[in-house]
């Protein structure tokens, strides 16, 4: 029996669960591309810093978009349909073109086409990455997504410590990244440069992505505490009715067993 591909959602998909290959080859590949389509956000900074694509901005892009092209040919080669696999991921193709168009763009100060085109780039990044992660949204899943906050939250500090001349210290970097990601806007440290500002469009949209999920996973374990709440009544009082009718048949047992006694 053919192994079909599992449901899909924002343009992706996984193998299904029935393909154990598959899956763990998906497995594998997750981490290694997260990490590199993290890099990249740092690498649109690089380059907009810069003014001009640096050879570490272009590798990034490049590592990216080869890590996200061999894992998809490597995890549909072990379906039954790898081009049905493929066809199901088209998110991930068209990030793949995107990554390999920002290393060859021209310099986002020079060019508002190749700014746009990269900021999209990086938009779908971070839809890529949330995606990856929303199989943490478990109650086993929350102490890997607390960390994951905690880690945006540090990464964030590092960006604002760096691209903001106001931003004196990585802990005022991480008390501005938690006030932007939270939309709190405290205001008593605000971004002022344009690179500092497009930052906290991606720390705004990051932040709503990784507290959505922490919150997501709290409410499943709330959800998941109370159902098997209802699960234990309801064998409880399963088991009492099996113990009623067991007791009920003994009865009759033992009721039939006197009728057919001789007088």
């Known amino acids: ?72 040919w490597r995890v549909g080669r072990l379906c039954s349909h790898p081009q049905q696999y493929w066809r199901s991921n ?36 971070l839809l890529r990455m949330v995606w990856a992660i929303k199989s943490w949204v478990t109650r086993g899943g929350l102490g890997y997504l607390l960390l994951l906050a905690l880690m945006v939250l540090l990464f964030c500090g590092v960006g604002f410590w760096v691209l903001e001349p106001r931003v004196k210290t990585p802990a005022d970097g991480m008390w501005l990244a938690f006030t932007t990601a939270a939309t709190v806007g405290y205001g008593d440290i605000v971004p002022t440069t344009a690179a500092a500002k497009i930052f906290s469009v991606f720390v705004v949209l990051l932040g709503y992505a990784v507290l959505s999920l922490v919150t997501a996973a709290i409410a499943a374990m709330w959800v998941e505490s109370t159902e098997r709440e209802v699960e234990k009544d309801i064998l409880r009082d399963l088991h009492a009715q099996l113990r009623s009718v067991h007791e009920e048949l003994g009865a009759v047992r033992e009721e039939l067993r006197q009728l057919k006694r001789p007088d």
């Open 90 to 125: 088209m998110l991930d193709l068209v990030l793949m073109a995107g990554l390999l168009a920002s290393a060859l763009l021209p310099p986002s100060a020079e060019s508002g086409l190749a700014l746009a085109g990269r900021l999209f780039v990086s938009l779908l990044t």
């Open 1 to 72: 029996m053919p192994h079909r591909i599992s449901t899909r959602s924002w343009g992706l998909s996984r193998p299904s669960q029935l393909n154990t290959a598959a899956t763990h080859a998906e497995q594998r590949w997750r981490w290694p591309v997260l990490i590199a389509l993290l890099c990249t956000i740092p690498a649109f900074y690089i380059e907009l810093i810069e003014s001009l694509p640096t050879p570490l901005a272009i590798a990034i892009y490049l590592v990216a978009a080869g890590l996200v092209g061999l894992s998809l």
